[in-house]
């Protein structure tokens, strides 16, 4: 999602950074002075990553002293895509690394590139949305690293309470609920354009749902054979329409911000907030007593078969070919060390989960009530990724033409149209066919 606090951070890129980098991946053999095998791990350079890695290798070797690994570091954003591709045409990738999954995994030229790890024990432990984004057709190459988050309904469970209110699975549903939500005086649903990325999730949190009554539509929109304008994708746009319409939004929704918007939904201010799931940390930190007044389900969709939480699903850890011999095997455990319940423990400390994880690990017994309702669609299969792990293609003005769209200047066809129009340069740029 463009501009999002969770989102990468895109910074300007030049490749030939990548030549300056230890060489150690190029070596076979991996042996150190004191007899142990020594590899490398590249992650991103955000202070949270860091922390990760070093808590990730220290668990690591500790359960392995004849292994140690040597962290590196990178930028991350587009000049972090310029550099995994260049040290990977270069022979220079270091022996494990942590990258996107999704589409921008499939850049990479995997089946080229890595090393598959469908013979690991844990690949048996993916969800099947967490498969789909590290494979191709001939193998699973990466292992989940974080947890998931998801674009759906942040909603105030003490409303819900106190007006007798169901979670709904309709559109039809969920637009009864905001009337009888409206005659009480509350805030039906919460937006908050002067932080334009939040207008979004109307349409990208809807995807879900798309994919649920087209199973191809994601393939078929990268090869330029599915349109916005068009059902079900026009479903999106035509809800926010809808809400704006029917007097749902607080009347500050042109100004408010997202630190409004997680203040509102905790407090009771308003009733529902269409946003990413990772906001329970903000409500953590600036709303804690309400913290367990909050819960999520999906953006509905017009048929109550077709509502799935639309998920981001977490980056993956990676074996590039130039890994080899002794190398090789130490960075096969290490890898698989991720996956274990002492790997899923580094996970549950030193990072925040925002969501349920994609493999076997569970989350603690304390997180948040939010979450816990994630794990419920998990469990159910009723999850679907969001489009960006599946396509490519993302139009840098989306968070533009939602606002115009949720501020009542343009229809929704007009909005999806623009935005069928906006990708456009971005596909033709990638070499795509069909555009």
């Known amino acids: 999602m463009k501009s999002s606090p969770t989102r990468r951070v895109l910074l300007a890129g030049a490749g030939i950074v990548a030549l300056a980098l230890p060489l150690a991946a190029c070596s076979a053999g991996g042996g150190s002075d004191d007899g142990k095998v020594e590899i490398t791990y590249l992650t991103q350079n955000a202070e949270a990553n860091v922390t990760a890695a070093k808590a990730l290798i220290e668990a690591f070797e500790d359960e392995n002293p004849d292994i140690s690994v040597k962290l590196e570091t990178q930028p991350a954003g587009t000049e972090g895509d310029n550099l995994m591709k260049t040290k990977l045409a270069t022979g220079e990738m270091e022996d494990v690394f942590h990258y996107n999954s999704g589409s921008l995994f499939q850049a990479l030229n995997p089946d ?40 759906a309904v942040v909603y105030n469970k003490k409303i819900y309470a106190d007006l007798g209110l169901e979670i709904p699975t309709t559109w039809d549903e969920f637009a009864a609920n905001n009337e009888a939500i409206k005659a009480a005086g509350i805030t039906p649903v919460i937006q908050t354009y002067g932080d334009t990325w939040t207008s979004q999730l109307f349409v990208l949190g809807d995807f879900g749902n798309v994919l649920a009554a087209d199973p191809d539509w994601a393939e078929e929109y990268t090869a330029g054979n599915r349109k916005y304008v068009d059902e079900p994708a026009l479903e999106g746009f035509a809800n926010q329409q809808a809400g704006f319409e029917a007097g749902w939004w607080n009347e500050d929704f042109g100004s408010a911000l997202f630190d409004d918007g997680a203040r509102m939904i905790a407090t009771g201010e308003g009733a529902h907030y269409p946003i990413l799931t990772g906001i329970v940390s903000t409500i953590a930190q600036n709303n804690p007593d309400e913290l367990e007044d909050v819960g999520v389900f999906p953006l509905p969709a017009q048929d109550a078969a077709d509502t799935k939480l639309t998920v981001w699903l977490p980056n993956a850890i990676y074996i590039p070919k130039t890994t080899e011999g002794d190398k090789l095997e130490a960075a096969k455990k290490f890898v698989a060390f991720t996956q274990t319940e002492a790997g899923c423990e580094v996970q549950n400390t030193a990072m925040v989960p925002s969501g349920p ?71 033709q740029q990638l070499g795509l066919e069909g555009w």
């Open 112 to 151: 080229q590139n890595l090393v598959p790890l469908d013979d690991q024990d844990w690949t048996g432990d993916l969800i099947d949305t967490m498969t789909a984004v590290v494979s191709t057709d001939n193998g699973v190459y990466g292992a989940p690293w974080g947890a998931t988050q998801a674009g």
């Open 357 to 427: 994880y994609a493999n076997a690990c569970t989350l603690p017994d304390d997180v948040p009530g939010l979450l816990k309702d994630m794990q419920v669609y998990f469990d159910e299969g009723n999850t679907n990724p969001a489009l960006e792990f599946l396509s490519p293609i993302k139009g840098p003005n989306l968070e533009n033409i939602t606002v115009q769209v949720g501020s009542g200047i343009s229809s929704a066809e007009e909005g999806a149209g623009l935005y069928d129009e906006d990708v456009v340069k971005q596909a």
